[in-house]
């Protein structure tokens, strides 16, 4: 009975939102299956498994209830792994006959195509054929991700069209989100939002000193960050980004401000510095660091020295106490023991 209820659960979510296959997913593997079902139930753990690893990520699902009943699958298949093969589209690829499965994406009929880009789901709709599907995976890899440093900054601050810059610092973890598969699956879920365009910028160095004079953004307390920049004024994504279903929230923040840009706070830039103010700047934060590395330096080397000066009065205390008046005590005992011994 639990089994059929876990399966209606799945069954009539047809209108849920994809997120909601993770929270089915996470329900059903509360359940204890018996023995009799424990086929369904280890290809709902299979693709639940797959689901909840690349929900954020990239997940591709084709659909189909038999190969031989479909031929079409066998062209779809071969279609994607050629596609997935040459290194273009890195995705999870999976085949799936579950309807329980398919109902949580929105999937009505065997054979489907669908995928799951950034917590975004983006049915296939067209005819299936060789060239449709490879125009369909390479529709995701429109967008383009620029670089962003010290000597194109002022360009981009002062374009019209908005530019979301992925901030993080090279070195302390927030690198691979924001140069690995994570950022650029989030911008290629955005593949239809018209006029912006999108950038990573490392916050190390010169571009630490930019963020912080001209943007007032300081990463050492939340990274990474996200910041929109446009003619001269920006706005700061105020939620924590490296958590599950921000995806959705990234994609609200960045449509509103395309559609409605008149109605946003947004906030001044600061005035751009002049060559002789970055060196000082620069000269100073670095001095700044050599500062405090130098504080932790000293205060390491005094309390290293506390902790050894305060071992040794501990030691010469137990020397002239208790601890030579037991080794006294016990070389007189032996001294006697050989006395008497003697004698």
């Not at 071969?78 to 085949?95: F, I, P």
């Not at 579950?98 to 195509?113: E, G």
Request: charged share 20%.
């Amino acid at each position: 009975m639990l089994f059929h209820v876990f399966l209606w659960l799945l069954i009539f979510t047809c209108y849920a939102a994809p997120h909601d296959l993770l929270a089915n997913c996470k329900t059903v593997l509360k359940g204890n299956m018996r023995p009799s079902e424990m086929t369904f139930w280890q290809h709902v753990v299979g693709l639940c498994s797959v689901a909840e690893q690349h929900f954020d990520d990239r997940l591709i699902i084709l659909f189909c209830a038999n190969f031989y009943r479909y031929p079409v699958c066998k062209l779809v298949d071969y279609t994607l792994k050629q596609e997935l093969r040459n290194g273009t589209h890195d995705a999870m690829y999976v085949v799936s006959d579950s309807m329980s499965f398919a109902r949580d994406l929105h999937v009505t009929h065997f054979p489907a195509l669908t995928q799951i880009i950034a917590g975004r789901l983006t049915p296939f709709l067209t005819k299936m054929n060789y060239q449709n599907i490879k125009d369909w995976l390479h529709k995701f890899n429109v967008k383009s991700i620029i670089s962003i440093n010290y000597t194109n900054f002022e360009d981009v601050v002062r374009n019209v069209d908005p530019t979301a810059i992925f901030m993080y610092r090279n070195g302390d973890g927030c690198m691979d989100a924001a140069q690995g598969r994570w950022w650029r699956n989030l911008v290629r879920s955005m593949y239809d939002m018209p006029v912006i365009q999108f950038a990573s910028m490392d916050v190390n160095d010169w571009n630490k000193l930019i963020m912080r004079q001209r943007l007032h953004v300081d990463l050492s307390d939340r990274c990474p960050q996200l910041v929109i920049v446009s003619n001269y004024s920006y706005i700061l994504f105020e939620k924590e980004i490296l958590r599950r279903g921000v995806t959705d929230d990234i994609r609200s923040f960045i449509s509103n401000i395309v559609q409605f840009s008149a109605k946003v706070s947004w906030r001044s830039v600061g005035e751009d510095l002049t060559d002789i103010e970055f060196q000082y700047e620069f000269m100073e934060e670095d001095a700044m660091e050599v500062t405090s590395k130098s504080k932790f330096i000293i205060i390491g080397v005094t309390g290293g020295i506390g902790v050894i000066a305060l071992a040794v009065s501990i030691f010469w205390g137990l020397s002239s106490s208790a601890y030579t008046n037991d080794y006294q005590s016990l070389y007189v005992t032996t001294e006697q023991m050989q006395y008497g011994h003697n004698h």
